[in-house]
């Protein structure tokens, strides 16, 4: 049976992965996808590097263009980041008529469009399972699964990175740069970690998630952002007393076809299912007007569960190269999205303040609230022990953004407010 050819486009943590899936599995491949599998071409940036993996030399090479103008190549694997080069690679490949796999969620955030609608027009397969969620089938449920419904909410943990971060910080009190240097060896972290804790790359993954859950063209420049890099102990032990667990929360709203998007950290209710995901495990939260509440739970990033949704989309790949059927889903035009003003984006809130000692205050602050007609579940107020100062937590009922930024204004310009501490959205 005459195998169908692979160029893998980098051998990192993800490509070795898919090396070693591709060469252990190869009945179960073959059952699946109908044709063995074969690996002809690697690229690499440098050959001359020691691997934990074995691949005979002459399939190694440092130029791209083996592989891509290679004309025995069927499909090419990119898993070697970036987006330029990526983006280039991966046009030309399909002008050669070449289906693609890609791992690559900055370049299908950014160029997603592009790229499928030069498979459409090829004829192509263009496959990016393993873009978000690490080993969680999440698109294919989204476009599958999903393809009866209306979905009208999607919340996740999409960064193993600083969940990782997180649950050490919660569980072992462990230090922020340590946990982050850990997460770097064991291959969870993008090769400039700032992506992952500055809340790029679950920006990427809300992008390419709000697209395909809500079918509209939703961009990255549609999410608001905001990392992990300043949440404190302290933040953790507050919400810890209260009840929450801080997440990186990445959710998206439908409400009558207007949408909003953000990743930012969030406390998170111990009784949400979302609260107890630890360590560099994902989860999406999706849902449906009819099926209601779903919860996708697994490994979002590290070699071999990246590697299993990189390999199942190539399995897909070949299985419709076998029908005949590749590029058959053609491009699907999104529809134009509307983005939800901040009067329309409603959420509870934990803010906490660092204030005059005194009587009185309280009162004061509370009353702001009122002001702008920001309910409050709950105030919390006890002296500092270090400073003369006092601390108030508050959580919110739900209150829209554009009255909370009034809320904070106010209240930063307070004289008995030394300062707004933290502000985090609540979820459960
Ligand atoms: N790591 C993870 O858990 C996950 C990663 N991803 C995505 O998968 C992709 C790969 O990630 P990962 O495996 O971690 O990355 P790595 O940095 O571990 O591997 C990148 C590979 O690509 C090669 N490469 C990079 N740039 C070039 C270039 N200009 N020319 C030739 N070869 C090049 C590198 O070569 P060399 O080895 O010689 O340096 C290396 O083999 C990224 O898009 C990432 O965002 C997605 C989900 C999870
Ligand atoms: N750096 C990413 C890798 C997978 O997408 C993460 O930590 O989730």
Not at 8 to 34: A, F, K, M
Not at 167 to 173: A, F, I, N, V, Y
Not at 331 to 354: C, G, M, R, W
Request: glycine share 8%; proline share 4%; charged share 20%.
């Amino acid at each position: 049976m005459k195998p169908v050819k692979v160029g893998l486009l980098g051998l990192g943590t993800v490509g070795t992965g898919v090396v070693r899936i591709v060469e252990g599995h190869q009945p179960d491949l073959l059952s699946q996808s109908g044709s063995p599998i074969e690996i002809v071409k690697v690229l690499v940036k440098d050959s001359s590097k020691s691997r934990g993996i074995h691949v005979a030399a002459d399939k190694i090479t440092e130029n791209p263009w083996d592989v891509i103008e290679n004309p025995e190549i069927d499909v090419v694997v990119e898993v070697m980041g970036g987006i330029e080069l990526s983006k280039q690679l991966i046009l030309a490949a399909l002008d050669r008529g070449k289906h693609v796999v890609t791992a690559n969620k900055d370049l299908m955030a950014l160029h997603g469009p592009e790229i499928l609608a030069k498979a459409a027009e090829k004829g192509c397969d263009v496959l990016y399972e393993a873009s978000v969620a690490g080993g969680i089938p999440i698109l294919r449920t989204l476009v599958e699964g999903f393809s009866s419904d209306r979905i009208t909410k999607i919340m996740g943990i999409v960064n193993g990175t600083t969940n990782y971060i997180l649950t050490k910080m919660s569980q072992e009190g462990a230090a922020y740069d340590d946990v982050l240097k850990e997460a770097q060896q064991l291959g969870y972290a993008e090769s400039d970690p700032t992506s992952d804790v500055e809340g790029f790359d679950a920006a990427r993954k809300m992008t390419i998630l709000a697209t395909l859950g809500f079918r509209a063209n939703v961009e990255l420049s549609d999410v608001s952002v905001k990392g992990i890099s300043k949440v404190s102990k302290e933040d953790i032990a507050y919400g810890k007393r209260l009840g929450y667990e801080v997440k990186l929360l990445g959710i998206a709203e439908r409400q009558d076809e207007h949408i909003s998007i953000s990743v930012q950290p969030t406390m998170v209710k111990h009784s949400h299912p979302l609260a107890s995901v630890n360590g560099v495990f994902n989860a999406v939260y999706v849902y449906g007007e009819a099926v209601g509440e779903t919860m996708f739970y697994g490994p979002g990033a590290g070699e071999m569960p990246t590697a299993t949704s990189v390999v199942a989309d190539l399995v897909a790949v070949v299985r419709n190269l076998n029908l005949g059927i590749n590029g058959r889903r053609g491009f699907v035009p999104y529809k134009e999205k509307k983005l939800k003003t901040d009067e329309q984006i409603a959420s509870k809130n934990f803010i906490l303040l660092h204030v005059e000692d005194k009587a009185g205050v309280l009162a004061q602050i509370t009353q702001v609230f009122a002001q702008h007609e920001v309910s409050l579940e709950s105030v919390l107020q006890h002296p500092n022990a270090t400073n003369p100062l006092a601390e108030i937590i508050i959580i919110t009922h739900d209150a829209n953004k554009a009255a909370m930024n009034n809320v904070l204004k106010q209240i930063e310009s307070m004289n008995v407010v030394q300062a707004i501490k933290s502000v985090y959205r609540v979820e459960g």
